[in-house]
């Protein structure tokens, strides 16, 4: 059982547009949330990671917001680039070392 | 500074067939962890280490053991390979616990059984 949903599956986005990707969870202890970025043929890499302390975390063009009440986060994505074009993952954990990686966002970035 | 290494890149095998993939790491990281990635899924925990010598079931263990006889190596074991096993298998490592600490991805494996 997926208990964290990830959307959309996929999603097409002009250069200079604005990806979103939403993340909802269901386990309460979940206390950090990154998302990390995968390129084709490649591993996954740490984008960009935080904590339920904040409601949102900018890094440069990536920003994660962060609702509790509402159990879920997303990712956007200003300014999208064709070197954006890769796979997200939302991912959540706990301290006990229980963790779940969302199914994952292909993003296209048209010239 | 290699950080995470795979071996090997490609494999196929015929259904019943064993095999082993070899993690290696130069980041003196006391985690690590196999992970397999399949399509619309994500990424599923299958075994991980906490430090040499100890290993623990993850998410999706059967049919998967995993060995940390060296803090650098972590080795995940096909023992009987099922077309159910095809995937692309990625290790990780952290120097830490997943709350606090990034991940470190290898580059994958990608097993096909026939």
């Known amino acids: 059982q997926q208990q964290v949903k990830q959307s959309p599956q996929s999603l097409i986005v002009q250069k200079g547009g604005i990806s979103i990707i939403n993340c909802a969870y269901e386990?309460?202890?979940?206390?950090?949330f990154p998302w990390y970025q995968q390129f084709p043929g490649k591993g996954p890499a740490l984008l960009i990671a935080?904590?339920?302390?904040?409601s949102e975390k900018k890094e440069g063009r990536f920003t994660i917001s962060f609702n509790k009440s509402a159990k879920q986060f997303s990712l956007h994505i200003m300014d999208s680039q064709p070197g954006d074009s890769a796979t997200y993952f939302c991912?959540?954990?706990?301290?006990?070392?229980?963790?779940?990686f969302g199914a994952g966002t292909q993003v296209v970035v048209t010239p | 500074n290699a950080g995470v290494t795979q071996t090997p890149k490609f494999r196929v095998l015929k259904t019943g067939q064993s095999m082993t993939l070899l993690c290696a790491q130069d980041?003196?990281?006391?985690?690590m962890y196999w992970y397999r990635q399949d399509p619309g899924m994500g990424l599923r925990l299958i075994h991980y280490?906490?430090?040499?010598?100890?290993?623990a079931k993850g998410e999706v263990p059967d049919g998967y053991n995993v060995s940390r006889l060296k803090k650098q190596n972590f080795l995940l074991g096909l023992e009987s390979a099922a077309p159910s096993q095809t995937s692309v298998y990625f290790c990780?490592?952290?120097?830490?616990?997943?709350?606090?600490?990034?991940?470190?991805f290898g580059p994958g494996t990608r097993l096909t059984v026939l």
């Open positions: 386990n309460t202890a979940f206390d950090y």
């Open positions: 991912y959540a954990t706990d301290s006990w070392g229980k963790l779940q």
């Open positions: 280490s906490v430090g040499e010598g100890t290993t």
């Open positions: 980041m003196n990281h006391e985690y």
């Open positions: 935080i904590r339920p302390d904040v």
């Open positions: 990780a490592s952290t120097y830490g616990g997943l709350s606090t600490d990034t991940q470190y």
